[in-house]
């Protein structure tokens, strides 16, 4: 099983509930996306997912699709991010046949020791820091933990998540991880344009 490689440094990855987040995001330059929607009916989750994956490719951004990974092969994503539970349930050949990439969640070395047998495009490292916006069973890792996994991930591509603030991010940046992944940053700001701003500017000064 192979998924198809990505970009070490996917740079700002915005994880979003809607489709007008996703428009939102894709018109002020973002190129890295996840859709998570959680709670709503069927019907609306394909639809958003349908619209979500036209746009994205429009742009010729890159969209991860959370969980739904049927709906993400049927409409051809970019790819799929799947949590722990997500992959003891997931066909994991067909999303690889199909040509999706395949991201991960992991919140301890015992987590990343079981997914590096599956080859996943990107290893999301998480949470960081305390986060208000998921109930998490894992404490946060902290950036030093975090900066010690992507030193041993070597080339394979890294994702950080979980409470990470503007204040906070050239700390994580530090750590060396290809990418940094924000939820309330983002949606939550008082301006977020702005906010998308400042991230991508961070980023680019890493570089
Ligand atoms: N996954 P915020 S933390 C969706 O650690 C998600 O796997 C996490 O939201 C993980 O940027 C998280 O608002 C929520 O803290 C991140």
Known sequence: MRFPEVPFALGLYPVVDSVQWIERLLNVGVKTL??????????????????????????????????????????????????????????????????????VSTHSDEEIERVLPLNPSYIALGPVYTTQTKEMAMPPQGITKVAEHVAKLKTIPT????????????????????????????????????????????????R
């Open 34 to 103: 996840q859709l998570r929607i959680k709670n709503a009916n069927s019907d609306v989750i394909r639809e958003d997912i349908r619209q979500a994956i036209a746009l994205t490719k429009q742009f010729d951004a890159r969209l991860f699709i959370n969980d739904e990974w049927r709906l993400a092969i049927e409409y051809q994503a970019y790819g799929v991010h799947l949590g722990q539970e997500d992959l003891l349930e997931a066909d994991l050949s067909a999303i690889a046949q199909a040509g999706l990439r395949l991201g």
């Open 159 to 206: 994702v950080a998540i979980g409470g990470i603030s503007l204040e906070r991010a050239a700390d994580v940046l530090q750590t060396g991880v290809g990418s940094i992944a924000v939820v309330s940053a983002i949606t939550q700001a008082t301006d977020w344009r702005a906010a998308v701003a400042s991230f991508q500017q961070l980023i680019a000064e890493q």
